[in-house]
């Protein structure tokens, strides 16, 4: 069965401090995985997505994840922290491009 | 490409009350998904289309929720006998499904209250 986990339901950084989300998933069969971000009052904007190419995958707004399969985690991080970087983030996954499976989210604060 | 338009943005509707809401997917797209969204969750499969043939449904899908998407185009999602339980936002997302490409792109979103 597919699954995903986020710890840490909310996470604060100070501005300028590297940012790191973090996601674990479950899967039977090599998965897809993205991460998401929702802005208040907004849809889902995909940032970056992993599709078993390169295990580092570079996304929009400077953000990047590592598929670590020894691991079964997928962790978000973005070197500095922008204001603009406060949202909601969902990691999710597909085991085979139909069903998604989305985490409980994890909620960004970017501390000036 | 105007993206994923959903409609209305906003319900009210009284308990036991029938609602129907419209997603319009961008205009290639072949794939066309339903999720739920309540407060502090992650959106919830609720089901999915291929062209005009819904190819799966969530187990925890109730009866009183039915989807279509009669010509592959937009597609309704209509919730009958309304409860409480069902206020949420309801997502809608399209892909266009093209080798290992599954990107969705989500609409705003209707959010439905059940009073």
């Known amino acids: 069965a597919q699954s995903v986990t986020q710890l840490g339901s909310h996470v604060s950084v100070s501005e300028g401090a590297l940012v790191l989300l973090r996601c674990n998933y479950s899967?039977?069969?090599?998965?897809?995985l993205f991460w998401y971000v929702q802005y208040p009052n907004q849809g889902l904007q995909l940032l970056l997505k992993?599709?078993?190419?390169?295990?580092l995958v570079k996304g929009i707004n400077g953000f990047e994840a590592e598929f670590k399969k020894s691991e079964t985690s997928f962790h978000l991080t973005k070197p500095s922290a922008h204001m603009s970087d406060a949202a909601e983030y969902f990691c999710?996954?597909?085991?085979?491009?139909?069903?998604?499976?989305f985490g409980t989210g994890t909620s960004l604060t970017v501390i000036p | 490409d105007t993206g994923v338009s959903q409609d209305p943005r906003h319900k009210i509707t009284k308990r036991g009350q029938n609602v129907t809401f419209r997603c319009d997917p961008i205009?290639?797209?072949?794939?066309l998904y339903w999720y739920r969204q309540t407060l502090g969750q992650g959106p919830e499969f609720l089901t999915y289309?291929?062209?005009?043939?819904?190819?799966?449904k969530s187990r925890l899908l109730s009866d009183r929720f039915s989807a279509e998407r009669p010509k592959g185009s937009f597609s309704t999602l209509e919730i009958q006998r309304t409860e409480q339980g069902d206020s949420a936002m309801y997502l809608c997302?399209?892909?266009?499904?093209?080798?290992?490409?599954?990107?969705?792109?989500f609409g705003p979103g209707t959010r439905l209250t059940v009073t």
């Open positions: 997302a399209s892909s266009l499904v093209a080798g290992v490409s599954y990107e969705q792109y």
């Open positions: 899967s039977s069969v090599p998965p897809y």
């Open positions: 992993y599709t078993s190419a390169a295990t």
């Open positions: 999710a996954v597909s085991e085979y491009g139909n069903q998604f499976y």
């Open positions: 205009s290639e797209h072949n794939r």
């Open positions: 289309f291929q062209n005009e043939a819904q190819l799966e």
